[in-house]
């Protein structure tokens, strides 16, 4: 029997960058890009608007049990700097895929391609930085 092509960590971006696409096209955001190569830790994956706003998305997509996160504070503070830079809001996208052939817990973890998914998808999280206190 052979054994089952998995998904790259790529693939596995890409996927949750494709899921977020959708999500906005059918929010009615119109998008200006899409990139699943944008350096994670300086740049957005998408960008759009809809109406007078401009937002930038920010995607991160992991495998069943885990939920795709932001590797750290400073690179939260670059993205939502970025996006400020460039009259944007800044928002961030959780994804979880979960393979649908999982019998088990490990089954469902393991990013087999060709397969379907349960994916995980909680919506948008405004980014904002903290305001700063006057004194």
């Known amino acids: 029997m052979n054994e089952p092509e998995l998904m790259t960590e790529a693939d596995i971006h890409a996927f949750g960058v494709e899921i977020v696409y959708k999500q ?12 699943v190569y944008a350096d994670r830790t300086t740049h957005p994956q998408i960008v759009a608007h ?3 706003e401009i937002g930038f998305f920010v995607v991160r997509t992991d495998i069943y049990p885990a939920r795709g996160r932001i590797e750290g504070e400073d690179v939260f503070q670059t993205l939502v700097r970025h996006a ?6 800044c928002y961030f996208a959780s994804v979880s895929i979960a393979n649908s052939e999982g019998k088990t817990e490990e089954e469902m973890a393991v990013p087999v391609r060709g397969v379907a998914y349960h994916v995980a998808f909680d919506g948008l999280v405004k980014m904002a930085l903290p305001e700063e206190s006057a004194s």
Request: aromatic share 4%.
């Open 50 to 52: 809809k109406d007078s």
């Open 24 to 35: 906005l096209q059918e929010a009615d955001w119109i998008v200006e890009s899409a990139d």
């Open 84 to 89: 400020n830079a460039h009259g944007a809001n």
